[in-house]
């Protein structure tokens, strides 16, 4: 039990919690209960060959930036008070770059001929994407743009000789600071200089999306094209960026969960009592203004952070198995038999 015991620790040590890849690559392994692809690509080659890398690389890509970015904030103290604003909606900002590469790239795949399109009316940009989808992802967007938007609004400056508690970092006239019980004191952690990077990354997310969807969902089509096979191709492809933003959506959200929730948890001691000559234990604890949701909050980012790396991580395994699946369905059918939307090349 002693080896145990030290083992564990010894782990901890190597992989804290903090850490987004610890606790996200045990969610991956229990993930794996459900076998079954999430995720399937359409037939055309360069269309494939795009959401593959998008899919498989990105999504590391993705996980590789959550997890730099919380190794930063577990290995060095925030000196500032606001030194993890860019931090924190790093990987939504990844996520976006990475859908707004594969938009270019899917722009490069040859157009069909004025006379060779076949003539479709304008589609709003969601006429391709999950509703269920949406949904969640609409979902938490609005969650994290209210979490920062509310932070933002109960920050204030401090006086330089005011009361400070929690993680007191060196003094700044920025609104960074809340008060603490009704003025009693201040805590750092909030304000605009802290979240105002997570509401444009979330906004730049919300126009890469729309635009990029928009324009696939609006993509000339050969007249020779069958609707099932266009329709088939656009709902895969919008299914694929979805989830990759999905999954910086929630990595964002529990990063800055676990933020909120850990600045919110300080307790100040009041009427200490001496039960020795060095010794005292404070016999009233005053907790700050959420201090009833910031102990849930912060385990929710832990759990929501690791949510959002082991859905990536699950993706990018699941795209490449449905790469080598549609490789397969490929050879063992025949060329004249596979739907084409234009020239394969």
Same mark, same amino acid.
């Given at each position: 039990?002693?080896? @145990?015991?030290?083992?564990? %620790? ?8 903090? @850490?987004?890849? $610890?606790?996200?690559?045990? /969610? ?12 399937? *690509?359409? =037939? $055309?080659?360069? !269309? ?18 959550? $997890? ?18 860019? #931090? !924190?909606? &790093?990987?939504?900002?990844? &996520? ?8 270019? &790239?899917? #722009? ?22 999950? !509703? ?44 960074? +600071? ?17 979240? @105002?990077?997570?509401?444009?990354? /979330?906004? *730049? ?8 969807? %928009? ?7 050969? &007249? ?34 676990? %933020?909120?929730?850990?600045?919110? =948890? ?23 203004? +959420? ?13 929501? =952070? ?14 490449? !198995?449905?790469? *080598? ?10 060329? %004249? ?6 020239? =394969? #090349?």
């Amino acid at each position: 039990m002693n080896f @145990l015991f030290l083992f564990v %620790h010894a782990v901890q040590d190597l992989l804290p919690l903090e @850490l987004a890849i $610890t606790f996200g690559l045990v /969610l991956f392994a229990l993930s794996w209960v459900r076998p079954r692809r999430m995720v399937s *690509l359409p =037939q $055309t080659r360069l !269309r494939t060959a795009t959401l593959t890398w998008a899919g498989v690389a990105g999504s590391l890509l993705v996980v590789v930036v959550a $997890t730099a970015v919380s190794a930063i904030a577990v290995s060095t103290s925030d000196v500032s008070g606001y030194d993890g604003w860019w #931090r !924190r909606p &790093a990987p939504l900002f990844a &996520a976006t770059l990475v859908v707004a590469a594969a938009a270019v &790239a899917l #722009r490069r795949i040859p157009l069909p001929a004025p006379g060779e399109r076949s003539i479709v009316p304008r589609r709003p940009w969601h006429a391709f994407a999950s !509703r269920t989808l949406l949904w969640i992802s609409g979902i938490t967007a609005t969650l994290l743009a209210l979490t920062a938007v509310w932070q933002i609004a109960i920050a204030r400056t401090a006086p330089e000789d005011g009361p400070f508690f929690g993680n007191v970092p060196d003094y700044t006239n920025l609104p960074i +600071y809340m008060s603490f019980n009704s003025g009693y004191g201040y805590l750092s952690g909030a304000g605009w200089p802290n979240h @105002l990077a997570t509401l444009v990354a /979330l906004a *730049l997310a919300c126009t890469v999306f729309f635009a990029v969807l %928009h324009t696939d969902a609006n993509r000339p089509v050969f &007249a020779r094209s069958t609707a099932s096979s266009v329709r088939s191709e656009r709902e895969l492809t919008a299914r694929l960026f979805t989830f990759i933003l999905l999954g910086g959506l929630i990595t964002t959200l529990g990063a800055v969960w676990m %933020h909120t929730g850990s600045s919110g =948890q300080a307790l100040v001691g009041l009427d200490e009592q001496w039960v020795s000559d060095n010794q005292s234990y404070p016999r009233i604890l005053v907790a700050g203004g +959420y201090d009833a949701i910031a102990r849930p909050m912060n385990l929710l980012g832990y759990a929501l =952070q690791a949510g959002g790396v082991a859905f990536l991580l699950r993706l990018a395994v699941d795209t490449a !198995r449905a790469a *080598l699946a549609t490789r397969r369905s490929r050879i063992a059918t025949p060329e %004249h038999e596979i739907s084409t939307n234009g020239p =394969q #090349r």
